[in-house]
T-cell receptor, first 113, second 112 residues
């Protein structure tokens, strides 16, 4: 079945720096890759997603890149702010027609003022 | 964006009792909802897929007789933890599938 690896597990940056979180997946049929942000005790919230027909997507300070050949995708946050501190989860769809997602183990991002 | 509600947000119960958790999609219809369990500082573990009008599909290792799922309408799925025990204490989160998965706020279950 699908397996999603996420690195690093923790990441600490200074305010204003960039943060990069990387994920790899195993199922070449996966075609949907969302990223979720979860603050302590709250629900995961979708921050950006990408489908396999594009290689990059950007939304203000957040971008996601996808390399289908290598089966990895990355989240890039520029000009980080303290409110970006949270746990970030990547996910990959199971196969090409399934709504089910497999999640990475998460990255705890800390942005230091 | 799509809104998913979950009730209750927190429940404490005695061992052996059953607890029902409701998940509602408020502004869209969801033929598919998912139930996850999340342990502290860990990822989301999919428990089951809830399909409107049909039986739920459970992930390997999840006891279907312990975690009863009902998806009676396009906006409501319920998870009942039957004969709860302390090891069932966890954070349970539902999601409703639209253009992506939208999560409910979660239910913190504590079994004494």
């Amino acid at each position: 079945g699908e397996n999603v690896e996420q690195h690093p597990s923790t990441l600490s940056v200074q305010e204003g720096d960039s943060a990069v979180i990387k994920c790899t997946y195993s199922d070449s049929a996966s075609n949907y890759f969302p990223w979720y942000k979860q603050e302590l005790g709250k629900r995961p919230q979708l921050i950006i997603d990408i489908r396999s027909n594009v290689g990059e997507k950007k939304d203000q300070r957040i971008a996601v890149t996808l390399n289908k050949t290598a089966k990895h995708f990355s989240l890039h946050i520029t000009e980080t702010q303290p409110e970006d501190s949270a746990v970030y989860f990547c996910a990959a769809s199971i196969g090409s027609g399934s709504e089910k997602l497999v999640f990475g183990k998460g990255t705890k991002l800390t942005v230091n003022p | 964006g799509a809104v998913v509600s979950q009730h209750p947000s927190r429940v404490i119960c005695k061992s052996g009792t059953s607890v029902k958790i409701e998940c509602r999609s408020l502004d869209f219809q969801a033929t598919t909802m998912f139930w996850y369990r999340q342990f502290p500082k860990q990822s989301l573990m999919l428990m089951a897929t809830s399909n409107e009008g049909s039986k739920a599909t459970y992930e390997q290792g999840v006891e279907k007789d312990k975690f009863l799922i009902n998806h009676a309408s396009l906006t409501l799925s319920t998870l009942t933890v039957t004969s709860a025990h302390p090891e069932d204490s966890s954070f349970y989160i539902c999601s409703a599938s639209g253009t992506t998965q939208y999560f409910g706020p979660g239910t913190r279950l504590t079994v004494l």
